[in-house]
């Protein structure tokens, strides 16, 4: 069996079709998060900012924007481990993500 | 060669290696072994971009393109040729070029900028689409993101680096000359990680070849042009932390048995 059917190869997504484009969120712990706006500078799809909850900054995903790729440069930088995202970004048709295991940190062999 | 006509012979090159008592020594790795540090550098490695005003010496610069110089090629054909830009205004103007190319492809083919049901939406749509088909890799939802995202301003280009390297390609690059600029491209990202700076690959550098004026002033000319580009700097930040990524299917052959691991 082929790993794209006919249908899929020809099908492009909806750019702007969350159940055909879908770019992850990161997850935020907020009792960790300090508030300190380094992912938000570092994002590269620019999809972080800063927010106030109960009077103390936290960082969260904007609700008007999609793009999340999964690079994970917001855990990278974070001192607190707040912030991470846990999937990797996938398409419908053509773009299909394949032969993708879980996400894993490095691993020594 | 030497190797190969003993080979021809049915002679052991191990033996033949013995016999010179100079045989190389095998490096024993003992098994879930620490990261040695090139792995470390290579586990380390972000895509960085937001630097610090402070210029890169330029020995440092000098470092890394001497790495990429022994990057290995096929055919040793070395098809590269580096231009570093380090000159602030000539950097805003390789963007301020860049973002207008941008704006003008975004407008005319991401669609989801025009409202649903509009005519203008379903003729950018079906160009979209056309395009697609003709070269789908270009329009991923992924650069489509950020190719509306650099028109809009709220991303740039060459992130506002000190330092930017153009790396030109030999169209006349023996057999798929793009792999080696790659190959050679990584040894210069490594490099610099293992210096403290950060890098980050900019492929929308291409639209400069689309210029003649930008070409001209560039220094870019056939058989050359520009493939990729590095920004360098000095990182925001301290993004060291070690990530989780996808893993990915390895099919694995070995004592008659095909296996599938992650």
């Known amino acids: 069996m082929a790993l794209l059917s006919k249908r899929e190869r020809r099908h492009f997504p909806e750019w702007d079709d969350p159940t055909e484009c879908v770019f992850r969120r990161v997850a935020i712990d907020l009792d960790a998060c300090d508030g300190c706006r380094l992912c938000t500078l570092v994002c590269p799809a620019n999809v972080l900012e800063i927010y106030k909850v109960d009077g103390k900054k936290k960082?969260?995903?904007?609700?008007?924007?999609?793009?999340?790729?999964?690079?994970?440069?917001?855990?990278?930088?974070?001192?607190?481990?707040?912030?991470?995202?846990?999937?990797s970004n996938d398409f419908v048709g053509y773009y299909r993500q394949l032969g993708r295991g879980p996400f894993e940190p490095p691993r020594k062999f | 060669m030497a190797s190969d006509a003993a080979l021809q012979r049915g002679e052991d090159l191990e033996e033949i290696e013995a016999d010179t008592g100079r045989a190389g020594r095998i490096l024993e790795v003992s098994e879930g072994a620490e990261w040695n540090a090139v792995e470390r550098v290579m586990l380390e490695r972000r895509s960085i971009r937001r630097y610090k005003r402070r210029q890169v010496a330029p020995h440092l610069?000098?470092?890394?393109?001497?790495?990429?110089r022994y990057a290995p090629s096929?055919?040793?054909?070395?098809?590269?040729?580096f231009v570093v830009v380090r000159d602030a205004d000539l950097i805003a103007g390789m963007?301020?070029?860049?973002v207008a190319e941008c704006r003008k492809l975004s407008f005319d083919l991401d669609y989801t900028r025009y409202v649903r049901g509009s005519v203008k939406r379903?003729?950018?749509?079906?160009?979209?689409?056309l395009f697609n088909r003709l070269q789908p890799r270009m329009l991923h939802p992924v650069p489509v993101t950020v190719m509306s995202t650099i028109a809009d301003g709220r991303f740039a280009v060459f992130h506002r680096a000190?330092?930017?390297?153009?790396l030109l390609m030999d169209k006349r690059g023996v057999g798929t000359p793009e792999i080696d600029i790659g190959i050679c491209g990584t040894n210069i990202v490594l490099a610099a990680q293992s210096l403290g700076l950060g890098t980050c690959w900019v492929g929308f550098s291409k639209l400069l070849n689309q210029s003649r004026e930008w070409c001209a002033r560039l220094g870019v000319e056939p058989p050359f042009e520009i493939t990729e580009a590095i920004t360098v700097g000095y990182p925001i930040g301290e993004p060291t932390r070690l990530i989780a990524r996808d893993t990915h299917e390895i099919v694995w052959f070995e004592g008659g048995t095909k296996d599938i691991r992650y």
């Open chain 2, 122 to 129: 379903f003729v950018i749509r079906a160009k979209a689409r």
């Open chain 2, 61 to 68: 610069v000098r470092r890394m393109l001497e790495m990429g």
């Open chain 2, 74 to 81: 096929q055919g040793n054909c070395q098809p590269w040729k």
């Open chain 2, 162 to 166: 000190p330092t930017v390297i153009l």
């Open chain 1, 59 to 87: 960082a969260r995903v904007k609700d008007s924007q999609r793009g999340c790729i999964s690079c994970n440069n917001c855990r990278a930088i974070c001192d607190t481990g707040a912030i991470a995202a846990t999937e």
């Open chain 2, 95 to 98: 963007e301020k070029f860049c």
